[in-house]
T-cell receptor
């Protein structure tokens, strides 16, 4: 059974720091891994999708990596800003129907 | 552009009452559709998904059901709500073609059971 874990559960950093969020999964047989952002009381916004054959994806200040063999992904945020404050969720795609299994999320606070 | 709508945004219902949450997608055809629940202190749990009209797959045994009467409409229902049905319900869609398509979420419905 696939399980997804995100550590730490919460993180607080000063503005301008580079930071890394971690995601691990137990079964390497995945189709893809997705990173989402969730603002309080809101739905999820897709940030990056890494296909199982890829090693990383980049979008602006965000870079996500995938190491299937070790069951790990990281989301790197460069030059963090207060507007980056949110909960970040990773999810693994486990079938060709697009089903996702989510981690519990890391709540990030970037202090001005 | 594609948009996804969920309503209502918030709902307070007594135990034992029925439920109907609606989700519609615009700007795309034949999407995959998903219902998730996010309970307090827990992660997102997939409840149902659908790859076509009338095709519903349930992921967990529960007090809820789902229907897809039209291509871009997904409905979550219950005949009698339980306290444990409280939570934040999210609908999502993805392009059906290809397995590596991101999911796009609605703004959710916060359901409180009294």
């Amino acid at each position: 059974k696939q399980e997804v874990t995100q550590i730490p559960a919460a993180l607080s950093v000063p503005e301008g720091e580079n930071l890394v969020l971690n995601c691990s999964f137990t079964d390497s047989a995945i189709y893809n891994l997705q990173w989402f952002r969730q603002d309080p009381g809101k739905g999820l916004t897709s940030l990056l999708l890494i296909q199982s054959s890829q090693r990383e994806q980049t979008s602006g200040r965000l870079n996500a990596s995938l190491d299937k063999s070790s069951g790990r992904s990281t989301l790197y945020i460069a030059a963090s800003q207060p507007g980056d404050s949110a909960t970040y969720l990773c999810a693994v795609g486990t079938s060709n129907t697009g089903k996702l299994i989510f981690g519990q999320g890391t709540t990030l606070q970037v202090k001005p | 552009s594609q948009t996804i709508h969920q309503w209502p945004a918030t709902l307070v219902q007594p135990v034992g009452s029925p439920l109907s949450l609606e989700c519609t997608v615009e700007g795309t055809s034949n999407p995959n559709l998903y219902w998730y629940r996010q309970a307090a202190g827990r992660g997102l749990q997939l409840l149902f998904y659908s790859v076509g009209i009338g095709q519903i797959s349930s992921e967990v045994p529960q007090n809820l059901s789902a229907s897809r009467p039209q291509d871009r409409q997904f409905i979550l229902s219950s005949k009698k709500l339980l306290l444990s049905d409280s939570g934040f319900y999210l609908c999502a869609w993805s392009v059906r073609q290809g397995v590596n398509q991101p999911q796009h979420f609605g703004d959710g419905t916060r359901l409180s059971i009294l």
